[in-house]
């Protein structure tokens, strides 16, 4: 059984101060014994405020993480920022080939792999972002893109490195766009690229987390959630409200009292008619 997964991804968002109270509402929310999330949480925060990230949220139960890391390991490379440094800072987890760096950065298949692989190396989980343009699924491309990204990945990943990576199925279209693939969508493609996981390696396939990212809202995640190949979100301009973001995981909490319900037996539900 895979645990779900909520993973925020600020993006270029947020200040001291309007991360404080972001901050502060998820972690109170989370404190809140009734809340219970089955789920775990993350929070991917621009570099400069993983130091915030960590004062606020050490001990909380939710981990934090950045969204891109340096493929070298150290060096001359000014500007940039290694899974050594994330780790100093208490990172757990990064994001790697998110669509907008594959876009404005030209981080191809093969460099996006490299970085995941050196995250893995840092002792970080790499949430490693694969989806298709929209000119792509229009020409009826999407299989074969998804697919050749997949092969990166496997191609430089052993089977150890692959139990560290979390996979984000995020359709270039739904991000930031308000549209939504639709759960059987969304499910098709996730289920396509565990076939493709297991061809390789079954047992890792069978425990690897495929997020779907992409315009996820309290709205409609409750309903993409309850996907069997569906194993929790990364989550955009929702993770920037604490009430859409806490949104999301509430829908988790309705999924498993609604399936709570479902499994209680014929035998146990005859039992409590008798207790009354
Ligand atoms: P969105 O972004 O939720 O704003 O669509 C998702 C992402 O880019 O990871």
Request: hydrophobic share 45%; aromatic share 4%.
């Amino acid at each position: 059984m895979r645990r779900k997964l909520i993973v925020g991804n600020w993006k270029m968002n947020g200040s001291l101060t309007s991360n404080t109270a972001l901050l502060e509402s998820i972690r109170t929310a989370f404190a809140c014994a009734s809340f219970r999330p089955p789920c775990d949480i993350a929070v991917c925060a621009p570099a400069p405020y993983l130091a915030q990230c960590r004062i606020a949220l050490t001990a909380s139960g939710i981990v934090w993480g950045a969204q891109d890391l340096s493929v070298h390991e150290a060096g001359a490379y000014t500007g940039e920022v290694s899974g050594a440094m994330l780790r100093d800072f208490g990172c757990t987890c990064v994001i790697v080939g998110h669509s907008e760096r594959r876009a404005y950065h030209a981080e191809g298949n093969g460099f996006v792999a490299k970085k995941a692989m050196r995250a893995v190396h840092a002792g970080l989980t790499p949430i490693v972002c694969v989806g298709e343009t929209l000119s792509e699924r229009e020409t009826g491309q999407t299989e074969a893109v998804v697919a050749s990204q997949v092969d990166a990945l496997l191609a430089v990943l052993d089977r150890d490195a692959l139990q560290r990576v979390v996979l984000a199925y995020e359709p270039v279209w739904a991000i930031g766009t308000g549209m939504t693939a639709t759960p059987a969508m969304a499910q098709d493609m996730h289920a396509l690229i565990r076939m493709q996981m297991s061809a390789r390696h079954a047992d890792v396939a069978e425990t690897m987390r495929i997020l779907y990212g992409g315009s996820m809202k309290p709205e409609n995640a409750r309903e993409l959630l309850a996907m069997p190949d569906i194993d929790g979100g990364l989550i955009g301009g929702a993770s920037l409200k604490a009430d859409d973001f806490l949104g999301i995981i509430r829908t988790l909490v309705a999924n498993r009292n609604h399936k709570d319900m479902l499994d209680v037996s014929p035998s146990e539900a005859h039992d409590g008619n008798n207790a009354e």
